[in-house]
């Protein structure tokens, strides 16, 4: 029997309403009963002082193979994961080739094997996500996507989208829309605001995002399909999500670190670090968006993890791509919100491993006896300067650079096995 033991640290664990001191057992892979004593041979690893929770899975990721190797790989991708305290992790596919038909998804799951995190597929709704054909849902979900999105781009027309939740649903597969109305966006840059003007740069409007929100939950709630909106960043949104839930419309939302972290003042400077779609928003929204992952509106917490290489970065900042790495940087930002009283540690537990877990139907989320043996082991009170030197991804796109940051993941386990362990 292949077996350690996690002692005396804090296990949290919302799925069995656990918050207390004590020891966790894994056993073959699982989450194991305590058992009198501790056998022989068994590893002991003393946790004083730090947290035990399920391993925390990201629903959203941008592996880049195959097709953009030189930005990231699966196997740097799942390295910065467990680096940043995931044990597994759901990637878009918006990859060359796209990933809507089930010879990438066997590719991408193929690579994914003896990586150290778990590597769930999502499929592309629309054949080379360019929204006029359904993709093959049926062989992708038989050869393992978990969800469909054309992520990068909307889904325009509303006819196709009806019939992708339609198609998604009759597959038990949530459909994870890229909110955005292209005609109010289109050649914009950041956020339409004060700074945009200031600095010259065409703006996008917080309605781009929260116009096609209610678009596609009036098609969830006609449908009776499962939706789940990305990459959330205005209060607008969030108003047409809430009275979604009210209504009944199955419907679930994640937003990034760097919405409730940063607002479009980090763009000052030009710094295309900080370029992302949706970009980043205004004060008011970004405190909008902390009150919604206190309140229930929002459901989870996901990188958007986008790595680029210098040479989509290093280039005027309208012309530069879209996005930021996140992995490694997720945990100790979302802590911050512990730190300051709005969310309590299973409150972070929940919007970083149980909800992501049910929302895309996979296991983990929970540490009951039983239950697959994915464990993060955190370190709440580390201090830590996020040095490029350290990054474990290939890309190097972060505003984040040189923050001094509290708290990280110290170790993860898939299967019971270490997956990784933070050296110093």
Known sequence: ??????????????????????????ADGLIAAAMAEIPAGAEVIDCQGKWIVPGLIDLHVHLREPGQEYKETIASG????????????????NTR??????????????????????????????????GKNLAEYAEMKEAGIVAVTDDGRPVADSQLMRRAL??????????????????????????????????GLRGIPAAAESVMIYRDAALAELTGARLHICHVSCEASLAVIHLAKARGVKITAETAPHYFTLTDEAVAGYDTNAKMNPPLRSEADRQAIRAALADGTLDAIATDHAPHSILEKEVEF???????????????????????????????????????ARIIGVAGGTLAVGAVADVTVI???????????????????????????????????MGGRLAWELQE
């Open 379 to 413: 370190d709440p009170e580390s201090r830590f300067v996020f040095d490029a030197a350290a990054n474990h991804s290939k890309s190097a796109n972060s505003p984040f650079w040189g923050w001094q940051l509290q708290g990280r993941a110290i170790s993860t386990y």
């Open 97 to 130: 080739p796209v990933n809507d038909n089930a010879a990438v998804t066997r590719a991408i799951l193929e690579k994914a094997q003896n990586c150290p995190a778990r590597v769930w597929p999502v499929g592309a709704a629309s054949v080379g996500s360019d």
């Open 1 to 26: 029997m292949n077996l350690t033991v996690l002692k005396n640290g804090r296990i949290i664990d919302p799925a069995t309403g656990r918050d207390d001191c004590g020891d966790l057992w894994m």
């Open 78 to 93: 799942t390295l910065a994961a467990a680096a940043g305290g995931f044990t597994a992790v759901a990637c878009m596919p």
């Open 166 to 199: 339609e198609y998604a649903d009759s597959h038990g597969l949530p459909l994870m829309s890229h909110a955005e109305e292209i005609s109010l966006s289109q050649n914009g840059c950041m956020h339409e605001g004060l700074v945009s003007t200031r600095l």
């Open 318 to 356: 309208n012309l530069a791509a879209n996005g930021i790495i996140g992995l490694e940087t997720a945990l100790p930002l979302a802590l911050a919100l512990v730190r300051d009283g709005l969310i309590s540690p299973m409150r972070l537990v929940e919007l970083m491993s149980v909800n992501p």
